[in-house]
């Protein structure tokens, strides 16, 4: 399975990183809409697309105005739009006012607040809640195959036992870190991850492959991250990168 890496970065985009967004073209599942959802639109493959959303900070959802061009290059026949009950509510009145975004996208938002799990084809989704300003949501993708993916951003992590349970048997983990160690005291008020929380983590939770996401944007050596984190897992069976816009990830089974 491939996971297309369209937008990286956290808050801004920079020089080399569009903000977040990751595309599954054989699902037709996008994970979250930054502003990197300008280049989906020559991967689409299905006649559906969805769009989990992790929360609504505008890094994570200003992609959505996007749309009206992607879709118009290349259409879809239905456009799901998933996310709690009040994101979806504050991105429909806010970013698609008409006094700020006049021309509104023809999509099914879908609140997922009662649904501890649900299925985008043979795609099983489950999400929970994680720690951020607003809060955020993870999700798990369990495919038919047994393929496991988890996309874990803008929280400061969670490395209890309950999550290491939930985080376990991933083929591919996304998982943000913001800060390198020195830096960890930002995280915190911040509510982002840093290198040895996120090296925990991974510890606990043991996935073939550990794809650090959602880059500071003014960070000039994030690979400091990747090699805290490296050498932490010195010797495990996880393989860790750092994630690259534009970059390609084979993953599964």
Same mark, same amino acid.
């Given at each position: 399975?491939?996971?297309?890496?369209?937008?990286?970065?956290?808050?801004?985009?920079?020089?080399?990183?569009?903000?977040?967004?990751?595309?599954?073209?054989?699902?037709?599942?996008?994970?979250?809409?930054?502003?990197?959802?300008?280049?989906?639109?020559?991967?689409?493959?299905?006649?559906?697309?969805?769009?989990?959303?992790?929360?609504?900070?505008?890094?994570?959802?200003?992609?959505?105005?996007?749309?009206?061009?992607?879709?118009?290059?290349?259409?879809?026949?239905?456009?799901?739009?998933?996310?709690?009950?009040?994101?979806?509510?504050?991105?429909?009145?806010?970013?698609?006012?008409?006094?700020?975004?006049?021309?509104?996208?023809?999509?099914?938002?879908?609140? !997922? %607040? *009662?649904? +501890? =799990?649900?299925?985008?084809?043979?795609?099983?989704?489950?999400? /929970?809640?994680? #720690?951020?300003?607003?809060?955020?949501?993870?999700?798990?993708?369990?495919?038919?195959?047994?393929?496991?993916?988890?996309?874990?951003?803008?929280?400061?992590?969670?490395?209890?036992?309950?999550?290491?349970?939930?985080?376990?048997?991933?083929?591919?983990?996304?998982?943000?870190?913001?800060?390198?160690?020195?830096?960890?005291?930002?995280?915190?008020?911040?509510?982002?991850?840093?290198?040895?929380?996120?090296?925990?983590?991974?510890?606990?939770?043991?996935?073939?492959?550990?794809?650090?996401?959602?880059?500071?944007? !003014? %960070? *000039?050596? +994030? =690979?400091?991250?990747?090699?805290?984190?490296?050498?932490?897992? /010195?010797?495990? #069976?996880?393989?860790?990168?750092?994630?690259?816009?534009?970059?390609?990830?084979?993953?599964?089974?």
């Amino acid at each position: 399975m491939q996971l297309h890496c369209l937008g990286t970065a956290g808050y801004h985009p920079n020089e080399d990183r569009h903000t977040s967004c990751y595309f599954l073209p054989e699902s037709g599942i996008v994970l979250d809409a930054g502003t990197g959802l300008f280049r989906l639109a020559e991967l689409i493959a299905t006649p559906t697309l969805d769009i989990l959303l992790s929360h609504a900070h505008l890094d994570h959802v200003a992609g959505l105005t996007f749309l009206l061009d992607v879709l118009y290059r290349r259409p879809v026949d239905r456009l799901r739009i998933w996310g709690e009950k009040d994101k979806l509510a504050a991105i429909q009145r806010h970013l698609f006012s008409d006094l700020l975004f006049p021309v509104p996208i023809q999509a099914e938002y879908r609140e !997922i %607040d *009662a649904l +501890p =799990e649900f299925t985008i084809g043979d795609c099983t989704i489950r999400w /929970r809640r994680q #720690q951020h300003p607003g809060m955020s949501v993870g999700y798990r993708l369990d495919w038919d195959d047994g393929t496991r993916l988890l996309y874990l951003t803008d929280t400061t992590g969670d490395d209890g036992v309950e999550a290491m349970e939930w985080n376990a048997g991933a083929d591919l983990l996304m998982h943000e870190c913001y800060f390198p160690d020195a830096s960890s005291e930002w995280a915190t008020k911040t509510g982002h991850t840093w290198s040895s929380r996120l090296a925990r983590i991974a510890q606990g939770s043991a996935p073939k492959h550990l794809m650090l996401t959602h880059v500071n944007p !003014i %960070d *000039a050596e +994030p =690979e400091l991250m990747l090699r805290e984190v490296s050498e932490t897992l /010195r010797g495990r #069976q996880t393989r860790v990168s750092l994630a690259a816009d534009r970059e390609v990830v084979e993953f599964g089974r």
